[in-house]
C-alpha cells in the first residue's frame, strides 16, 4: 500500500521560504512521477509543480514558476518542494501527489494516491 507523508509546512511572513517534504513508503521502483497540489479555504485544489521520475523534467505553475523548485531523490524516496519568495496567496493546505502513467501532469485526476497533507501559512 502506498502512503506519502508530507512535512515542513508552518507559519512564515511573506518573502521568507518554506522547504515541504514529502516521504513515500510502499513503492516498489522509482518509475513514477510526482506532484504537488495546494487547496486554499472555499477554493479547488490546484496544481503547483510535477516532476518525472528520473527528475530530469518539471513543469510549474505559474503563480509559481521562478520561485519555488521540486526535486527529488530516488534513493530516499523522497519529494521536495522549496517554496521562496512567499505571498500570502500561497497560503494553502499542501498535497504531494504520486502517478504511475510517468507523465507530467497537472491534472490532480491523473494522479494515484495522496498524502494528507501539510499546512501553509504566509502572513503578510
Known amino acids: 500500500q502506498v502512503q506519502l507523508v508530507e512535512s515542513g509546512g508552518g507559519l512564515v511572513q511573506a518573502g521568507n521560504s518554506l522547504r515541504l517534504s514529502c516521504a513515500a513508503s510502499g513503492l516498489t521502483s522509482s518509475r513514477y512521477s510526482m506532484g504537488w497540489f495546494r487547496q486554499a479555504p472555499g477554493k479547488e485544489r490546484e496544481f503547483v509543480a510535477a516532476i518525472n521520475w528520473s527528475g530530469s523534467d518539471t513543469t510549474y505553475a505559474d503563480s509559481v514558476k521562478g520561485r519555488f523548485t521540486i526535486s527529488r531523490d530516488n534513493a530516499k524516496k523522497s519529494v521536495w518542494l522549496q517554496m521562496n519568495s512567499l505571498k500570502p496567496e500561497d497560503a494553502a493546505v499542501y498535497y504531494c501527489?504520486?502517478?504511475?502513467?510517468?507523465?507530467?501532469?497537472?491534472?490532480?485526476?491523473?494522479?494515484?494516491?495522496w498524502g494528507q497533507g501539510t499546512q501553509v501559512t504566509v502572513s503578510s
Open positions: 501527489a504520486v502517478d504511475f502513467a510517468l507523465s507530467l501532469q497537472r491534472n490532480m485526476n491523473a494522479y494515484d494516491d
